[in-house]
């Protein structure tokens, strides 16, 4: 295991304006990183210019996320000639490819990065890549990292069978980044966590202090969360805008609103299908729902309320996070009292009976949204989104990305007076007609 005097930091600009990189690059850069990434993202939009123009303003060490898995001469040797330290080639190419990139790396006075990002086998492909790399990264990509997949698991065995240093990326926070230090990892790469923050200089600076302390023997352990629990945490984080644009615009509930503004809900969905006025099965829920549970009904009708004050006291009492109903409420007044989240479609004063036809926890259709047993409910003044169970912490942690890059860019607009189209140069990236 080879490891450098101090680890290094490496930020990755995963963005698409050049502008805003080059501003980010330098505030990273005051913050203590150590070298530069031009993101794949920021190649693709604006070619080997954004290698140029780094290297030019700052002639700091200038890494191209080439992601080279064919020609690999070619596009070393473009990168280097544009100013590029490092290029990043793919351990899925071929050894042809890797041999014939290492020549053209040699040549033009130039590194190579070997990603081992979405290899099959990166354990024993990291051994037989060694011959080629000057370093080895461990790499958990963006959309792998929605699901959960980190590269903390693989960088430990890596570590130790290859004398290359290792980098490592994939969500890294200041502590995840030290936990990898402690792990083996000679350089830490962080991208959204530190581009995407309000204050660059201070986020890139906190994972500098985490992984300087981490290399002079300072333990950092990482606390495992339990998918649910970290899902719910991003959940009460980010908001329904959030979550809409995480998952392509998904709509939000139609016709279903807040009696009581300014509350958020978050929760595992308990589901009840019951007759318009049929106030039974909605009441059985409660019973039947657990603490932190949101109860989603749908109403056949909205003529007569299913749901009033004493329901809601109920649901205090068991700490039930919500009720969204896909029909009519009554005792408005008093709910708000309480103030007390319940979402519906119409106020009315008059109850129905309480029949019993209906079924809880079963497929239901509220307010045209599919919602299933356990799905996950986000409820605040925008609306009300579901995320399927399978996707919850995928779309919480693509949600929280959306809100990082908003703040990103609410900073730009309230501290350098710009406007959102020049932020984020919408007149170059209109559709061309």
């Known amino acids: 295991m080879h490891s450098y005097a101090k680890p290094i930091l490496q930020v990755a ?23 530069i990434e031009i993101g794949t993202p920021l190649i693709k939009s604006e070619g080997m210019n954004a290698v140029r123009e780094i290297k030019k303003r700052y002639r700091c060490t200038v890494v191209a996320d080439m992601k080279t898995v064919d020609v690999g001469s070619t596009e070393v040797e473009m990168a280097a000639k544009s100013g590029a330290d490092i290029v990043i080639i793919l351990a899925l190419s071929s050894n042809a ?9 040699r040549k033009y006075g130039c590194k190579l990065m070997v990603d081992l990002i979405n ?5 024993e492909r990291a051994k037989e890549v060694e011959e080629f790399a000057d370093y080895i990264n461990v790499h958990v990509g963006i959309d792998q990292q929605m699901l959960g997949f980190d590269p903390i698991e693989m960088l430990e065995k890596i570590a130790k069978e290859v004398s290359v240093p ?70 009460l984080k980010v908001s329904t805008p959030n979550i809409s644009d995480a998952m ?65 006291r109920s649901c205090l009492n068991k700490g039930i996070e919500g009720v969204i109903i896909d029909g009519a409420v009554r005792d408005v007044d008093d709910i708000r009292a309480l103030g007390y989240p319940v979402f519906a479609r119409r106020e009315v004063p008059n109850a129905g009976e309480p029949k019993g036809f209906g079924e809880i926890n ?18 605040d003044d925008n609306g009300v989104m579901v995320i399927p169970k399978q996707r919850a912490y995928e779309v919480a942690r693509r949600a929280l990305e959306v809100k990082k890059h908003e ?27």
């Open 362 to 379: 079963v497929r239901i259709n509220c307010g045209g949204i599919e919602v299933n047993p356990e799905d996950w409910i986000v409820a």
């Open 166 to 235: 290792i980098a490592v990326a994939g969500g890294l926070d200041a502590e995840k980044a030290a936990f990898c230090v402690s792990k083996g990892a000679s350089i830490v790469i962080v991208g959204s966590n530190i581009i995407k923050s309000k204050d660059v200089r201070a986020s890139a600076g906190k994972v500098r202090k985490a992984i300087d302390e981490a290399f002079r023997g300072k333990k950092f352990e990482v606390e495992r969360k339990k998918i649910e629990e970290e899902t719910r945490e991003i959940l």
């Open 407 to 433: 703040e990103r860019v609410r900073a730009e607009i309230e501290e350098k007076g710009r406007t959102l189209a020049e932020v984020v140069e919408l007149y170059k990236w209109e559709k061309v007609r």
């Open 119 to 123: 290899h099959p086998n990166p354990l």
């Open 13 to 35: 600009l995963d963005v698409v304006e050049l502008k805003r990189a080059v501003e980010i690059a330098g505030e990273a850069l005051e913050g203590g990183a150590d070298w």
């Open 248 to 312: 392509h615009r998904s709509p939000a509930m139609k016709g279903i609103y807040p009696l009581v503004r300014g509350k958020k809900v978050v929760g595992r969905a308990v589901t009840v299908f019951t007759m318009d006025g049929d106030w039974a099965k909605p009441v059985e829920a409660i019973d039947v729902a657990g603490k932190g549970d949101v109860i989603v009904i749908k109403c056949s009708g909205d003529t007569a309320a299913v749901w009033g004050e004493l329901a809601t």
């Open 97 to 105: 490819t890797l041999s014939e990139a290492l020549r053209a790396a």
